[in-house]
């Protein structure tokens, strides 16, 4: 499975982005799509996480109501609908993809296939 990300850039303080992640390869088996991020030098952080079948959805305290996880599973995507966006959030978003479960889990380790990371910059 490959995944790509795409829809980062720069974008003002309050502004809004939309980041997708197309997926390539055997799917099927793929039970959880999320959204990580990471900064340099930090740990990487759980976004959001929605699972493939059911919907349900898991997200970070910090980005609830402002972040909303959804997904096109015909199309193998999930996207991160990002509003109120503050200069806190600058860093790089990876998606991923999990196999273990239905579980929308906070845990990176769960996840088997990550994309190559898009770049959020939001200016003050």
């Known amino acids: 499975v490959q995944l790509q990300a795409s829809g980062g850039g720069l974008v003002q303080a309050g502004g809004s982005l939309r980041l997708s992640c197309a997926a390539s390869?055997?799917?099927?088996?793929?039970?959880?799509m999320g959204w990580f991020r990471q900064a340099p030098g930090k740990e990487r952080e759980f976004v959001a996480a929605?699972?493939?079948?059911?919907?349900?959805?898991n997200y970070a305290d910090s980005m609830k109501g402002r972040f909303t996880i959804s997904r096109d599973n015909p199309k193998n995507s999930v996207f991160l609908q990002m509003n109120s966006l503050k200069p806190g959030d600058t860093t790089v978003y990876y998606c991923?993809?999990?196999?273990?479960?239905?579980?929308?889990?906070?845990?990176?380790?769960?996840?088997?296939?990550w994309g190559q990371g898009t770049l959020v910059t939001v200016s003050s």
């Open positions: 991923a993809f999990d196999t273990s479960g239905p579980y929308a889990s906070r845990d990176q380790y769960r996840y088997d296939y």
């Open positions: 929605i699972d493939r079948r059911s919907g349900n959805t």
């Open positions: 390869g055997p799917t099927s088996s793929t039970y959880t």
